[in-house]
T-cell receptor, first 110, second 118 residues
């Protein structure tokens, strides 16, 4: 079993829709949770990070962590074609290395 | 600030040949990482340097992969000999802080080198 599971998609939604991206994890030692966005033929870039259970909002993006269920989500409101990318969840335990999910390929259709 | 620079962008080689990738991190960043990203998968850490010392190389296939970071700045990743399963994007990343702070000291990735082994 992988430490971090993420549905690879692909996910295709119309412009303006609310997008929900999710990851589950198996190791309760994970403490810090991040979402990276990766455009085609580019390196990943950090979108959001959070530590505690609950919600964190940044513009159209909301990161949600439920440690009791070992489940994290990223919501995108009013999705735009420019949001089309692969979204990678990542998490870290203590001082250890980042563990990435498989990534979900998202397409926003105009 | 200038981003993480990597070269070459693309490389095609035959199996059993050797190949080298180069990375120049963001100026002043102490920590440098090499990741392997196979198509359709998330990045997997190969090696992490703190200045010019190795912090973690537990997932580096040391029989064929080697990496160095001379003078704590640029880094080179080498594969010799290459296998078909080495086909992937090799990403270099850097961060300003030490290895224990990547959650609030985000990694800055380069655009990677896409390696195809035929």
């Amino acid at each position: 079993q992988k430490e971090v599971e993420q549905d690879p998609g692909p996910l295709s939604v119309p412009e303006g829709a609310i997008v929900s991206l999710n990851c589950t994890y198996s190791n309760s030692a994970f403490q810090y949770f991040m979402w990276y966005r990766q455009y085609s033929r580019k390196g990943p870039e950090l979108l959001m990070y959070t530590y505690s259970s609950g919600n964190k909002e940044d513009g159209r993006f909301t990161a949600q962590v439920d440690k009791s269920s070992k489940y994290i989500s990223l919501f995108i409101r009013d999705s735009q074609p420019s949001d089309s990318a692969t979204y990678l969840c990542a998490m870290i335990k203590g001082a250890q290395k980042l563990v990435f999910g498989q990534g979900t390929r998202l397409t926003i259709n105009p | 600030e200038a981003g993480v620079a990597q070269s070459p962008r693309y490389k095609i080689i035959e199996k059993r040949q050797s190949v080298a990738f180069w990375c120049n991190p963001i100026s002043g960043h102490a920590t440098l990482y090499w990741y392997q990203q196979i198509l359709g998968q998330g990045p997997k850490l190969l090696i992490q340097f703190q200045n010019n010392g190795v912090v973690d190389d537990s997932q580096l296939p040391k029989d064929r992969f080697s990496a160095e970071r001379l003078k704590g700045v640029d880094s080179t990743l080498k594969i010799q000999p290459a296998k078909l399963e080495d086909s992937a994007v090799y990403l270099c990343a850097s961060s300003p802080r030490d290895s224990g702070s990547s959650y609030n000291s985000p990694l800055h990735f380069g655009n990677g080198t896409r390696l195809t082994v035929t």
